[in-house]
């Protein structure tokens, strides 16, 4: 799920949509992995 968050961001989603699109993203310490670039 994290991986998938992460790209998404990557894709233009904003943060504050994704848990819209993964429900279960708040039970991960952090949405994005940072492994695109993006931060953490």
């Known amino acids: 799920m994290q991986y998938a968050a992460t790209l998404a961001s990557w894709c233009g989603v904003p943060t504050s949509q994704l848990a819209n699109i993964f429900p279960n993203i708040g039970n991960f310490p952090k949405a994005n992995l940072g492994f ?5």
Do not use: E
Not at 36 to 40: A, E, M, P, Q, T
């Open 36 to 40: 695109v670039g993006l931060g953490s």
